[in-house]
């Protein structure tokens, strides 16, 4: 079995989540604000707490800060690409009408296109990725904080600490 297996299996359901909640938002025509957008967050956080939970569970006491970085960042990047590609066929060819909704308001000072919008989404979603990620792993890392990490520390002496 591939080391990435699980951190695909985790981005595949996160993207099916954030393109039915982006669906389910279109649907009754709240998919131009960009306030909820602030949802996606939930469920890639989600995602990506319960991949690096997975992992932990998986690996055991050989679990290592590492493998529990690697998959977050791993799956979170995955699930932006197909979210980014399912943004941009929408934006391009199901709904060209949605973007004047989305940016309506900034067309007429910026020039903004639809490889602009797309490269944001895109950007957004690498660095939700990493920050939650990162955010996760304290919970998740070993703890320094053992008896048996303060007696290596007494053992060592005051030089270290």
Sequence with gaps: MSKFTMPIRFAIAMAGGLIAYF?????????????????????????IYEVIKYTKIKNGSAFSYTDGLTNGVVSGFIATILFTAFFALYAGNINPDFLDGLIGPWEKTYNTSIGSVIF??????????ICLSLCFMQLFKPSWNTEGTK???????PVIR
Excluded: P
């Design 23 to 47: 669906l389910v938002l279109a649907l009754f025509n709240l998919h131009t604000n960009v306030m909820f957008s602030l949802f996606n967050g939930v469920i890639v956080g989600f995602g």
């Design 120 to 129: 944001t989404v895109a950007i957004g979603g690498f660095s939700t990725a």
């Design 151 to 157: 007696k290596v520390l007494r053992e060592r002496g």
